[in-house]
């Protein structure tokens, strides 16, 4: 009897332990299955995050490729993106496109263009060391990109495709920092990751690197403001080839200006030129730009003539009217490459950008900046800049042929989101519109 009752008590004590196992192996199945579920739904969101992201750059591209005229006009296509702010790719999705506006030194919805920074390759010693606040010594000393330079002859003879083949120093361009003697904050500031936006690690003093201040601002540094992607197509705001004042005959110059023989013939007389600035008298002030540039385009001028002893009217030069040379600024060159590096777009470069290429005070950039605000579509050519009131002709003379009021290369970042996760998907796509078919010189997703 006590046998049996023993018997039973082991039999229960099996039963209960084969329960709690099964109890177990259920709970450990759904859980399984939950981890499952939760898995393919977060999938589910990375692959939204993605592709929403993706939609982004897409949606950017075709923004900026509708733009009306054939030249591209950035200072249009940064207005179109004023207020985008996100974008429902579907009912569970969205994309938003940012882009870090150093003169407010804030995070806003929009793109970048590359030329309104400063090119590594083609800038001088002094301009670098205005936007460091170092002496120039101290940057041809320091400031080590030997790495760089096959591709600071970048012209006709070197394609697009061999610039996308360097990427590799483009757009890893930290290794400007760790090949030069220059400090993390002079390269970076306290943005290390170069995501224009304020982490918590970049805000929070010395706790974690990098070293900051902690005061709720991004302080950026020297890669925000530089580019190894800027050029201009030597072309006019038709997309034709511009004419070279050096070589073209007066009559080209006459039919294809539509100037008058006579200034035509003082173009050639005077050639050859080093900028097209030379063209200007010496004399100018800002008041001669006040005027509406789409009223310079007037009837063409008359030809001036002198009379001979014997009777007969001889055609003479004349110099160009600081309003004809306005109008026909976009279309001539003194250059015969096609693709002309590192012009710094005056549109669209903010204030720190400006100050150190024009090698003018912060305080005198905010007046160019200002002058271009309050025209309606910026800046008509870099000849405009005078009428800032900025600049001495000597200064004007030396600065104009780096300048452009084009943007052929742009920077977009989108980040892709799912409404219902914090999943996220980031794609960074640098590209160049300039031609039919977008060329995307890189792309990064993280």
């Known amino acids: 009897m006590k046998q049996n009752k023993k018997i039973k008590s082991m039999v229960l004590v099996l039963c209960i332990w084969l329960l709690v196992l099964m109890i177990i192996i259920v709970m450990s199945v759904v859980h399984i299955s939950r981890l499952d579920s939760f898995s393919a739904v977060n999938k589910e969101a990375e692959v939204r995050a993605k592709w929403s992201a993706r939609a982004g750059i897409q949606y950017a591209v075709d923004i900026i490729t509708q733009n009306p005229t054939s030249f591209n006009d950035s200072y249009y296509i940064l207005q179109k993106f004023k207020g985008s702010g996100k974008r429902q790719v579907s009912p569970e999705s969205y994309f938003s496109l940012y882009v870090y506006n150093p003169n407010i030194e804030q995070v806003e919805n929009g793109i970048s263009d ?17 936007l460091l606040k170092v002496s120039p010594d101290t940057v041809k000393q320091n400031f080590n990109i030997s790495g760089l330079e096959t591709l600071s002859g970048f012209t006709d003879s070197k394609s697009l495709k061999e610039l996308k083949a360097s990427e590799y120093y483009a757009k890893n361009i930290r290794i400007i920092a760790s090949d030069s003697q220059l400090s993390l904050e002079d390269c970076f500031g306290e943005d290390i990751n ?12 010395a706790v974690f690197p990098p070293s900051d201040n902690a005061d709720g601002r991004l302080e950026t540094g020297l890669l925000h403001y530089s580019t190894l992607y800027s050029y201009e197509r030597n072309i006019d705001r038709d997309g034709e080839p511009r004419i070279n004042i050096n070589f073209a005959s007066e009559a080209d110059l006459s039919d294809i200006l539509e100037i008058s023989l006579s200034e035509a013939m003082w173009i050639v007389e005077n050639s050859p030129y080093e900028s097209v600035a030379e063209l200007f008298p010496v004399n100018i002030v800002p008041e001669d730009f006040n005027s509406d540039i789409n009223n310079t385009a007037s009837s063409q001028k ?15 030069s004349a110099p160009l009217s600081v309003q004809t040379l306005r109008r026909i600024f976009n279309k001539i060159t003194v250059l015969d490459d096609s693709i002309i590096p590192g012009k710094v777009n005056i549109n669209t470069a903010g204030k720190k950008v400006l100050a150190a290429f024009l090698g003018i005070t912060e305080e005198q950039a905010d007046k160019v900046i200002k002058k271009r605000d309050s025209l309606i579509t910026g800046f008509y050519s870099p000849a405009e800049i005078f009428s800032a009131g900025v600049l001495d002709f000597q200064q004007f003379k030396d600065i104009l042929g780096k300048l452009t009021v084009q943007g052929n290369v742009f920077t977009i970042v989108s980040v892709g989101m799912c409404n219902d996760s914090n999943v996220s998907h980031t794609v960074e796509a640098t590209v160049d519109v ?13």
């Open 194 to 205: 170069l995501n224009g936006i304020l982490d918590w690690n970049e805000n929070d003093g």
């Open 114 to 130: 590359e030329s309104s920074k400063i090119n590594l390759l083609t800038a001088s010693d002094k301009q670098i060391s205005e």
């Open 434 to 446: 300039s031609s039919m078919t977008p060329n995307y010189l890189y792309w990064r997703e993280y």
């Open 302 to 316: 008359a030809n001036q003539v002198k009379l001979n002893e014997d009777g007969t009217e001889e055609i003479i």
